[in-house]
């Protein structure tokens, strides 16, 4: 699923008593910006006493990536319904878009929890500092004891190495158009590429 | 951690060719099949960032599935996210280009796809070639057979 995100901004619809009702603003992941406005009402009138029918959607902007040309690390705190209770996870995934990092996300809790679209709110979506030295968010004299915003999960610290380097193991080879494909082969392929 | 790379190596691995940033590889699938690239870095087990340079070898900086790669001898010396410019420079100082022209797997392509595009008078003159080619060994052959 190609996702995009959108900021949708809405209110309720200005009456007499209250001529300048407060303001909502939302980053919504959704496929199109029809499903970012229906998904905006659907947390609003959760939120707020509030819905499609006595509010209105003032902007729908999508927010594009600003520099997908570099890998970034991104955490993602989700409230998501299983079977039995709704629970809040973490995770972090490393991708060149917020976006790509919330499909991955999508992906992941279908394949680990199969909790599907409809049940996972994403309540924060952001791009984590790789370490402490990386963080210019981090100031010590007003922070203190808080500790700066890092990466936390193991399997994606894994990669936060500038001199990485592993092999490929265990290739299967694969030949390079569909049109190729052959049901039988003349010799056992080898799946050591060195 | 225990890396065992081409920098620090504390385990002596049968791998010689890892990925790694600097790393050339050649896509073996999908549309820039063919073309060289180099890893400018890894976004987790599965994919990794990749550049040709875009001038030299026509493939632009993208994210790549590391199934699609099959990783070469070479390796470039760039920094992390190296832009377009150094990696040239990398590029033209490590000379990547002769060294990969001049590799077997390199001319076994080249003569692959030469052969590939070859048109009926090539095909004509490729015959020809080896009719004259087998017809100078059996001569030489069969005289060395005679004088034995």
Known sequence: ?194 | GELACTNRRPVKMPFTRFVEIGRVALINYGPEEGKLCTIIDVVDQNRALVDGPYGITGVHRQVINLRRLSLTDFKVKIGLNARAKSLKKAWAAAGVQEKWAATAWAAKRASRSAKASLTDLGRFKAMLAKKTRAKKVKTAFNKLKKSA
């Open chain 1, 1 to 194: 699923m190609v996702l995009s995100q959108f900021q949708v901004v809405g209110r309720k619809r200005p009456t007499e008593t209250d001529s300048t009702p407060k303001i909502y603003r939302m980053r919504i992941f959704s496929k199109t910006h029809v499903q970012a406005k229906s998904r905006f009402w659907y947390f609003l009138h959760q939120f707020a006493n509030l819905k499609a029918s006595t509010g209105e959607i003032l902007a729908v902007h999508e927010i594009k990536e600003k520099n997908p040309r570099i890998v970034k690390n991104f955490g993602i705190l989700i409230r998501y319904n299983s079977r039995s209770g709704t629970h809040n996870m973490y995770k972090e995934f490393r991708d060149t878009r917020l976006c790509g990092a919330v499909e991955q996300m999508y992906q992941d809790m279908a394949g680990r929890h199969r909790a599907r679209f409809s049940t996972i709110h994403v309540v924060e979506a952001k791009e984590v500092p790789s370490g402490v030295k990386a963080s210019k968010e981090y100031n010590p004299e007003k922070d203190g004891d808080v500790p700066p915003p890092a990466v936390q999960r193991n399997n994606i610290k894994q990669f936060l190495d500038s001199r990485i380097a592993f092999p490929l193991a265990h290739r299967i080879p694969r030949p390079s158009q569909k049109k190729y494909r052959t049901t039988f082969k003349a010799n056992r392929p080898s799946t050591f590429f060195s």
